[in-house]
């Protein structure tokens, strides 16, 4: 009977440790879904399967960020403006949700930057004056809080470079802050196995476009 | 073996719940177009799909008892349906209904224009108004060059649809500004007073505005303060007509920003001759304090306060005598205060309001005749929109307007004084109702009371329009409204119990916009009563009326495109205007002064990003303008020539906190007569002399250099917009 017991109490152990785990095994299956997406639509999937995750937990901030950032990242792979911008949109509704879990997050507000960074491509003679501060502006915050955080200095470094090869001047100080970046990510953990892990081959390309410009 | 089969159930058990289950289906909107990437799950799980480009859905769960369904998509409302897993599921039909979107959706377009970055559909962006060449960053000269208006080079202010220049009223926040424009001496353009770098946004309506706003005859314009700056910040700039400072210091929840600007005209009129007889060119001294607080969530506390000091000498004509110049001294002092608020009030209500105060005191002075006058507003406004339900919001507020003027004159000669002095009271409620049907089509019905203590009267103007978006470009909208604003305090003055004057509108108007093309037509009239005329112009026993009336028709075409060519945006304007009134001196129903039949305007403008630059050209070309040459005996009879401009700007960005910009004015040089000023009485000869009213040079150069210094070293001064 003890037999049975034991038997008993370690069957539903493992029942409820395979429901902690279905968070993070949801997660990580989806996560690994948006690291091989590569069309709007797909994006969109992703995007979907994060926000039903985010839905369903309640108080957890990294499903929105994963929306957010599935949303942003669609809108890489399309040109037309207003379709860029209804993409942003939605990621700025996911980041908003992801902040009122978690305020002062260094990763949120990389992301915040992140949307800015790609309403500027939409419209750059009109919106590069306003938007690229604001992104500039978020970035910032998120080194304060973390200057730890290699997609924030990343990113920086990216929108910097970008405002410096608009006058014509030297990238070095932009590069240097790319190539800070690249090497945080050569030992980079995250802080577990579903945090924010995404920019080393990002890194690799803006690293790329220094070499090119000397 | 007892123990193995119950830890065999056991697992079985645990198995079962691995059985899983697919649920399919189809999502449709109520015109039953299907939804696509609608977000389709089942409540508290994980299991779901979105939908494809027909609506279908797919997905497998693991579920087994009663679930909710929940459909979610951005645009519609979300909705559950109960779903019994345990039974047997058939393909699910699922209709979700559209969310009224009051940003983005079907909108009110008739007479109106809106500057915004926020709003995807709009006419303008904030950014125009200081890249239009021919506007030197002047707000009212890029009004001009949009349908409706009419120009009027020797005023600079904005003439709407056939209406006087006071017929169209400033806003700040939804704060009346007494006095927007600059001094100047007659027959001299003045400059809008404000900076374009304040303001976040504009709205300007040429008719058929909200019950919100009263006090106005013709139009509407409302400036939108900026929100927190980004950062602390100096900003310096260098200017062929003087220069400024100011400090932007931003803390988290709160900024203050202080300016001091000190132009003087003298040395550009010492380079460049003038028509204008300029004794001591035009200088001016321009004190700015802005203060912003955040209040909670989603509320902001602000205070402005702008004063502006300026002085100028000229050798003018004095009215009806056209052969004497006289010296005119002109000394103006300016005092305009907004303090607003607003925040929410709950999930479904915001309330915004505030205070404003404006006190404009000038002097002229000639050989002995010394002119003072004090007109003074308060303002006091709160106003609430409030979400009844999804498709019903409602605005309700009110507001009271007090007004002061005096003046006093002076004579040398024989040592008099004369004086008079009025001061009048307005109340006024108003609400407004919006029904939104769908995204396709809403009603706009609302009213103002007004009560003045100058006539002790009560009276209701309503206003109605209504927008239907036929399709997903296209929209029609039609608007009315009936609208007051009190006489001319000249006239006030007199006849302190003078009607308001009133007008009607009744507008009708296309719109479609695709792919950052725009095209709008609109076609108005507009019916003036209880205008004011003066029967005398002996000035000590005028006889003064609410007996004039007029009316003015028309339509506009406006074509705004910002794709065909890359890096180039460009507009054409277009104003038909026929219009006739009797009110002031007029002796019968004639069409006015300031009235051009037709007025066009195209705006070009081009980023260059390999020269960091940016170029624009405006051409403006407005019809005769009646004129009235006493020879003639007809009044107004006559017509000056068509008026042409071709003005050009030039930026440059230096270094990103760096802009160099440049803008000529009629660079073709264009000769232009805006009229001509005769002698009250004729010649020798029995004929009326008169001399040309020209601008005050052919052409106008301006050169400026703005320097931005902060710790971020990429911001400059566009960043405010």
């Known amino acids: 009977m003890k037999k049975v017991i034991f038997l008993l109490v370690l069957t539903s152990l493992v029942a409820f440790t395979s429901y902690a785990d279905k968070y993070e095994s949801a997660m990580t299956a989806t996560i690994e879904k948006l690291n091989t997406a590569s069309t709007v639509d797909a994006y969109r999937d992703v995007a979907a399967s994060f926000e039903r995750i985010a839905e369903a937990e309640q108080s957890k901030w990294l499903p929105f960020y994963y929306a957010g950032l599935s949303y942003v990242w669609a809108s890489h792979t399309i040109q037309d403006g207003a379709a860029i911008d209804g993409l942003l949109d939605q990621a700025q509704v996911m980041v908003d949700k992801a902040v009122k879990l978690s305020a002062q997050n260094d990763e949120i507000i990389t992301l915040q930057g992140y949307i800015y960074m790609m309403k500027v491509t939409v419209d750059p003679a009109s919106r590069g004056a306003q938007y690229s501060g604001m992104a500039m502006q978020q970035f910032g915050q998120a080194v304060g809080i973390n200057d730890q955080n290699p997609r924030a200095l990343m990113l920086m470094g990216r929108m910097q470079m970008g405002t410096e090869q608009f006058f014509g001047q030297d990238t070095s100080n932009s590069c240097a802050m790319i190539a800070r970046a690249a090497k945080m990510f050569e030992d980079y953990k995250p802080a577990s196995a579903i945090d924010p892990a995404w920019g080393k081959e990002t890194s690799e390309m803006f690293m790329s476009e220094c070499g090119a410009s000397k | ?721």
């Open chain 2, 1 to 721: 073996m007892k123990t193995f089969a119950i830890v065999l159930t056991i697992a079985f058990l645990n198995a079962e719940a691995y059985c899983q289950k697919t649920i399919s289906g189809r999502v449709t909107d109520n015109h039953h177009q299907p939804v696509f990437g609608a977000n389709v799950y089942l409540k508290k799980t994980y299991d779901g799909a979105a939908t494809d480009s027909i609506g279908g859905f797919n997905f497998s769960t693991s579920e087994n008892a009663l679930q909710l369904l929940v459909v979610s998509c951005i645009g519609y409302k979300e909705t559950e349906h109960a779903l019994d897993l345990s039974k047997s599921q058939e393909s699910i039909q699922l209709t979700i209904d559209e969310e009224i979107n009051k940003i983005d959706g079907v909108t009110i377009t008739a007479g109106a224009f809106e500057a915004s970055d926020t709003k995807k559909s709009v006419l303008l962006r904030t950014f125009d108004i200081v890249t239009t060449a021919g506007a030197t960053a002047d707000i009212t000269g890029v009004m001009n060059t949009l349908p409706g208006t009419q120009t009027v080079g020797e005023e600079g202010k904005l003439f709407v649809r056939g209406g006087d220049g006071r017929e169209a009223k400033t806003f700040i926040n939804g704060l009346l500004v007494g006095e927007p424009y600059s001094a100047t001496p007659q027959n001299i353009p003045s400059r809008f007073r404000y900076s374009p770098f304040l303001f976040k946004g504009a709205f300007f309506s040429t008719g058929g505005y909200s019950a919100e706003f009263g006090q106005a005859l013709s139009s509407v314009l409302q400036l939108n303060t900026n929100d927190l700056p980004a950062r602390t910040q100096t900003d310096i700039s260098l200017m062929t007509v003087g220069g400024d400072i100011s400090q932007t210091i931003r803390k988290k929840n709160t900024s203050v920003y202080a300016q001091i600007q000190y132009t003087d005209l003298q040395p550009y009129y010492q380079l460049v001759p003038q028509t204008a007889d300029w004794q001591r060119a035009p200088h001016s001294l321009n004190t700015t304090l802005h203060i912003k607080q955040k209040w909670g969530e989603s509320g902001s506390l602000q205070a402005y306060t702008n004063y502006d000091r300026s002085s100028m000498s000229i050798l003018q004509p004095v009215t009806g005598i056209a052969a004497d110049s006289l010296r005119h001294d002109i000394l103006s002092d300016n005092l305009y205060t907004n303090i607003a608020l607003k925040n929410s009030i709950g999930q479904k209500a915001s309330f915004s309001g505030g205070f404003s105060f404006s006190e404009n005191v000038s002097h002229v002075d000639t050989e002995n005749l010394t002119l003072a006058n004090t007109s003074r507003f308060m303002h006091g406004k709160m106003s609430v929109d409030h979400d009844i339900s999804d498709g019903l919001t409602l605005k309700y507020g009110g507001e009271w307007i007090l007004s002061n003027y005096s003046e006093s004159m002076h004579e040398g000669a024989n040592d008099s004084n004369q004086s008079a002095h009025v001061k009048s009271n307005l109340v006024s409620p108003f609400t407004e109702a919006s029904v939104y049907f769908s995204n396709k089509l809403m009603f706009r019905l609302g009213a103002r009371l007004e009560y003045n203590d100058l006539t002790d009267s009560v009276q209701i103007f309503p206003r109605a329009s209504m927008a239907w978006k036929f399709n997903t470009f296209s929209q029609v909208s039609v608007a009315y409204g009936a609208f007051a604003q009190f006489a001319e305090m000249q006239f006030l003055k007199w006849l302190p119990q003078l009607n308001q004057e009133q007008a009607k509108h009744y507008i009708a108007s296309y719109q479609y916009i695709r792919d950052d093309r725009i095209f709008r037509a609109e076609a108005y009239f507009k019916k003036y009563d209880q205008l004011v005329t003066i029967q005398s112009a002996d000035e000590l026993s005028p006889v003064i009326a609410n007996d004039g009336y007029g009316e003015a028709k028309g339509f506009e075409i406006f074509w705004r495109d910002n794709k065909t060519l890359k890096s180039v945006d460009y507009w054409i304007s277009y104003s038909y205007l026929d219009t006739e009134r009797k009110y002031g001196l007029f002796p019968y129903v004639v069409m006015p002064y300031y009235a051009s039949k037709h007025n066009l305007s195209v705006v070009y403008k081009q980023f260059i990003s390999a020269l960091k630059s940016q170029v624009g050209a405006t051409f403006s070309v407005t019809s005769g303008r009646p004129y009235n040459d006493p020879n003639t005996g007809v009044f107004n009879s006559k017509l000056t020539p068509v008026y042409k401009d071709l003005s050009v700007n030039y930026s440059y960005l230096v270094k990103p906190n760096m802009i160099l910009h440049a803008a000529v004015s009629n660079v073709l040089g264009f000769k232009n007569i805006f009229g001509y000023q005769y002698n009250a009485s004729p010649n020798e000869a029995g004929i009326y002399e008169g001399v040309a009213i020209e601008p005050p040079a052919k052409r106008f150069l301006f050169v400026g250099f703005f320097i931005t210094l902060s710790k971020d070293k990429n911001a400059n001064q566009l960043n405010n917009l």
